[in-house]
């Protein structure tokens, strides 16, 4: 099962790294975009004569920089990866393996990290019935879903087979009408 997540991660991780890549490549082409922009605008800087349009190209070159530097961080800072994917990888399977030990041995910031990575939203809690059931994660969805693959409802006529009930007057009072628990089979 840790092979097949393996694999699982591996091909998110590289799609998710083309992604990466594909953005990349946009803000590039953004960048260059802009440099053509400041280009034309300088030109025609060179050819003005007005004061009041020198300034307001001025300004529009101004602003047209600071985008590009902006595109330019930008475009340094995106697909860059903090951790390989090895490295990654090894705390998501020990996460998911056994977040009981993590919740047991971590600290405060720990703790809190193994409740979002865990449940969806946050615990609720009632006053008259407790705690509520929270809403997990995919990742542990789809545990409980491998999990439980073999077990199944089964149904009330599978047990024994169906008997009448026998006809009772008024004098007789009639048993409860209440169905039996459906029994799980493992």
């Keep these: 099962m840790f092979e097949l997540a393996r694999k699982m991660f591996r091909d998110i991780w590289d ?34 004569d007005s004061p009041s349009l020198i300034s307001a ?9 600071r985008q590009k ?23 998501a399977m020990t996460f998911l ?18 409740l979002r990575l865990a449940f969806a939203q946050k615990i609720t809690y009632s ?12 990742p542990f969805k789809a545990l409980e879903q491998i999990c439980t693959l073999g077990n199944k409802m089964a149904d009330r006529q599978g047990f024994e087979p169906w008997r009448r009930l026998p006809a009772y007057t008024r004098s007789r009072r009639a048993p409860s009408t209440t169905r039996p628990p459906v029994h799980l089979i493992i």
């Design 57 to 65: 190209y001025e300004k529009q070159i101004e602003k047209l920089e």
């Design 97 to 114: 393996s056994n977040p009981c030990k993590i919740w047991e041995n971590g600290n405060f910031y720990m703790k809190r990290t193994v």
């Design 127 to 138: 006053r008259g019935e407790g705690l509520r059931t929270p809403k997990t994660t995919l």
């Design 15 to 48: 799609h998710r790294h083309g992604q990466a890549q594909a953005q990349k490549q946009l803000l590039k082409q953004e960048c260059q975009k802009l440099e053509e922009q400041v280009e034309s605008l300088m030109e025609r800087l060179v050819e003005a």
């Design 69 to 91: 530097l902006l595109t330019l961080e930008k475009c340094e800072k995106h697909g860059q990866s903090r951790h390989s994917f090895t490295k990654m990888f090894e705390h």
